[in-house]
């Protein structure tokens, strides 16, 4: 993750000794303007720990983000919205867990340094939790909400374009399950790089 961080500054430090011109919209004199709305897509790596279960689910998550940016000086903040589809899984005993999808609706807060923001992020989280029996086929799934929060670097590139790397905490709270006879939930890590399309 540090190695990403460091390959996102380097980027948007070569993109600026270049003289490419960082966003086409809206400037203020002196530096990179972030107000605005954009759209995204991400990639990354999601690893879990199941409530009420010793499966850690594991796997490749990727999904869509959207949001909207206002700026004030070099202080940043907004709100932003994205959904994940994830093959994050796992196998103890006769039962698989998974966790298909999850969304999140966060506040955004940071420092901008021209092209380069480094911010927070908090707010609400839902998805679904799956459970299968593995001799049966038998599921069962259960939709709940919860909480979100992590941090990032995005950096402005050529034209409206931006790249960002982002750490994400997602738990989802429990709830019974049939199947199991028992409550379960998920708590997850993520780490993914992203690409957004301001306008």
């Known amino acids: 993750f540090a190695a990403t961080l460091a390959a996102v500054s380097l980027v948007s430090s070569v993109a600026r000794a270049a003289d490419v011109p960082p966003y086409s919209g809206p400037a203020r004199t002196g530096g990179y303007f972030w107000q605005g709305p954009y759209v995204g897509a991400n990639l990354g790596y999601q690893w879990s720990s199941t409530g009420g279960s010793l499966t ?13 940016n206002w700026q004030v000086g070099r202080f940043v903040f907004g709100g932003e919205t ?25 506040l955004r807060a940071g420092v901008a ?3 380069v923001l480094f911010y927070g992020t ?19 799934a259960r939709t709940s909400a919860g909480w979100a929060g992590g941090l990032g670097v995005e950096a402005g590139l050529m034209g409206n374009w931006t790249v960002r790397a982002e750490y994400l905490y997602v738990d989802l709270s429990e ?3 049939v199947l199991t006879g028992s409550r379960h939930g998920v708590e997850s890590n993520l780490l993914r790089l992203g690409v957004n399309y301001r306008f």
């Open 56 to 68: 850690k689910p594991a796997g490749v998550a990727g999904g869509l983000q959207g949001g909207y």
């Open 82 to 106: 994205d959904l994940q589809f994830s093959d994050a899984d796992d196998v103890f005993a006769p039962w698989k867990f998974s966790n298909p999808w999850f969304g999140t609706t966060r």
């Open 113 to 115: 340094m021209s092209n």
């Open 122 to 140: 908090v707010g609400l989280a839902y998805g679904t939790l799956k459970t299968q029996n593995t001799v049966t086929a038998v599921s069962e």
């Open 175 to 177: 709830r019974s399950y």
